[in-house]
């Protein structure tokens, strides 16, 4: 069963996995996979799978609550890749200021640490930021993250 969740978590990461930081991970779990490694070393990979899906569900229910309970403070839910194409024309001028005033503001509140979780967070709010400026209120999102994390 651990062999199955550390070969599917490589398979779905693909190529993305040097990219994305993760080399380090894909190559415990490929030592796992290929019976090398010490024996607790599928644990710990299982165990760090497990908190990195765990991470990106939070962020998950973080944007449906901005979307719905949040009383609209974000309209669009997507996926780190469609809000990437958007926010990178504006990466410098829109993203790095809010993540920065977000980190800077949640510091000691938010629990997020993994960083496509993190990343995926800041490009959703960035890409409803250019998308939806007359809506996106980012003071009032500051105040509905730290109250979810509390």
């Known amino acids: 069963m651990k062999a199955l969740a550390i070969e ?10 040097a990219a994305l930081d993760l080399a380090t ?13 010490l024996p607790e070393l599928k644990d710990q990979v299982v165990a760090t799978i497990a908190w990195q899906e765990a991470q990106m569900l ?7 609550r901005l979307a719905r309970g949040g009383g609209g403070l974000i309209t669009d839910i997507v996926d780190a890749d469609t809000a990437h194409k958007i926010v ?15 980190r800077e503001f949640w ?5 997020i640490s993994f960083n496509e ?18 809506t996106f209120d980012v003071e009032k999102v500051k105040g509905e993250v730290v109250a979810f994390f509390s």
Do not use: M, T
Not at 8 to 17: E, N, P, Q, T, V
Not at 107 to 111: D, K, S
């Open 8 to 17: 599917s978590y490589i398979k779905d990461l693909g190529s993305k996995a």
């Open 25 to 37: 991970l894909v190559g415990a779990g490929w030592c796992v996979l290929n019976g090398r490694g």
């Open 58 to 64: 939070r962020v998950h229910q973080l944007l449906q």
């Open 88 to 102: 990178v024309a504006q990466w410098e001028e829109v993203l790095v200021p809010l993540a920065e005033d977000l």
């Open 107 to 111: 510091q000691g509140h938010v629990r």
């Open 117 to 134: 979780a993190d990343g995926w967070l800041y490009r959703v709010l960035a890409y409803n930021q250019i998308l939806y400026p007359e």
